[in-house]
């Protein structure tokens, strides 16, 4: 069973500030949008089983782990497990995790309420659905780390056009679809799940969706039925877009990459393969935690965290990083990751996952900033090795791995009890021991 429903959260004029471009400091609050924001939200269940709600933000971070809690807490007799992601639009409005007094402020309060009634909503419009699952590619990315051969890192910004020559570090063009329909054929819903920052534009002043809400715009207009389109950012920690080759203006480049990308997951979704029929629906969520200490324990990092806040709030002693795995009738993994994965963990991720069929999503339930390689962060450059990349460099590694074991502990691929010599089995002798 599933419903969903798209909801407006663009804050009002003249309240907050957009997140991407530097701290509320560094530029005046939002005079518009240059198109609205959405929170996307996708209710699953299944008969006598358990449910869970996605929502997806136009935003270019999850807001604060407790208010997100508070969320779940208002719709717990509704649905038991609420997962949040962002698109990671940097023309999103400024989130931090904490406000002095726990108070929200009036905008954020709103969208909050909001997103409670959305998940209400999908919920009420459940109905029987049909699970469809494809890939596709399309490079839509760059790598932005320039990695020269004495090791030295530059960092690339606004490449134009197809992948420029000088851009060498690893991408991945590889989409994923999850296509929900109802029983009389149409989709419901889609999920398109891709990889590279949403940064075409650079008005500081405008919300926008960028490049992502035009993907959503064509995926959704190229259905009668209108589905409800989700788009999860996946490992972009170091994936800038591509900027269409001769765009004219930003709001051009938006379009172009978008409908490039759009065009793409709509084919895919269109021809996408049903998942087999013969399994037993079901859902299974499991909520996990890896702790992370901090990478730069004896910093004074005060003049940083007043210039920054909403970047570096995540900065501690130690981190609790939240994970969580979803498995859907034992075929499809979905699984969230809390800040910016550099690509190689996400192609690591899906040639060592149990299951074929899997979604990524980064962004999702708290931020707490760059996740690089190991690698990465022994070379260096924007987001491997600066304030922003705050959690010891194997952490990015360690939450991949943990979200493989979470999908096998779904699987039921990892035992509780050691395995045993051929033609033994356990008795009361055994367990007692």
């Known amino acids: 069973m599933a419903g969903a429903v798209q909801v407006d959260i663009t804050p009002p004029p003249n309240v907050v500030s957009t997140w991407g471009y530097g701290g509320p400091n560094s530029k005046p ?3 518009g949008a240059l198109d609205p924001l959405y929170a996307h939200i996708l209710y699953m269940k299944v008969q006598n089983g358990t449910a869970f709600a996605w929502v997806d933000l136009d935003c270019g971070r999850t807001p604060g782990i407790p208010t997100q809690n508070q969320i779940r807490q208002h719709v717990i007799n509704v649905v038991p497990h609420v997962a949040f992601s962002a698109t990671h639009t940097h023309s999103g409005p400024y989130f931090l995790d904490d406000y002095p007094d726990a108070v929200l402020p009036g905008w954020e309060e709103e969208m909050m309420h909001r ?8 919920a009420k419009r459940a109905e029987a659905v049909q699970l469809k699952f494809t890939y596709g590619s399309a490079v839509i990315g760059y790598n932005r780390r320039l990695v020269h051969p004495d090791g030295s890192v ?16 690893p991408i991945d063009p590889t989409f994923a679809v999850l296509r929900i329909d109802a029983e009389n054929g149409e989709p419901i819903a889609i999920i398109v799940n891709a990889t590279a920052h949403p940064v075409i534009r650079k008005e500081r002043e405008m919300f926008s969706a960028d490049y992502p809400g035009v993907v959503r715009n064509i995926v959704e207009n190229g259905f009668p039925s209108h589905p409800v389109c989700l788009f999860l950012q996946g490992a972009a920690g170091d994936i800038n877009p591509q900027r269409p080759l001769h765009m004219k203006t930003e709001e051009d480049g938006v379009e172009q990459l ?20 013969t399994v037993s629906p079901t859902i299974e969520v499991l909520e996990d935690t890896v ?14 965290f007043a210039a920054y806040k909403g970047y570096v709030d995540h900065m501690a002693p130690h981190s609790v990083l939240p994970l969580i795995a979803i498995l859907l009738n034992h075929q499809i993994g979905w699984v969230s990751f809390p800040g910016e994965l550099f690509v190689q963990l996400q192609t690591y991720f899906r040639a060592h996952s149990p299951l074929r069929d899997v979604l990524f999503a980064g962004y999702s339930n708290g931020y707490f900033g760059y996740f690089p390689t190991i ?28 979200a493989l074991i979470d999908l096998d502990r779904l699987l039921g691929r990892l035992r509780n009890t050691p395995a045993l010599p051929s033609g033994q089995s356990y008795n009361s002798t055994w367990i007692s021991h």
Do not use: H, Q
């Open 291 to 304: 702790i992370s200490d901090a990478r730069w324990p004896n910093a004074d990092f005060s003049k940083v």
């Open 115 to 122: 997103i409670e009634k959305g998940i209400g909503d999908a």
């Open 154 to 169: 530059t960092m690339l910004a606004g490449i134009d056009g197809n992948r420029d020559s000088s851009a060498n570090g």
């Open 258 to 277: 978008g409908r490039f990308l759009g065009e793409k997951a709509l084919a895919a979704a269109r021809t996408a393969p049903p998942c087999d029929g």
């Open 29 to 31: 609050v939002a005079r």
């Open 375 to 402: 690698e990465a962060a022994a070379t260096g450059g924007y987001g491997a090795n600066n304030i922003m990349a705050a959690v010891p460099p194997g952490t990015g590694e360690a939450l991949v791995n943990r």
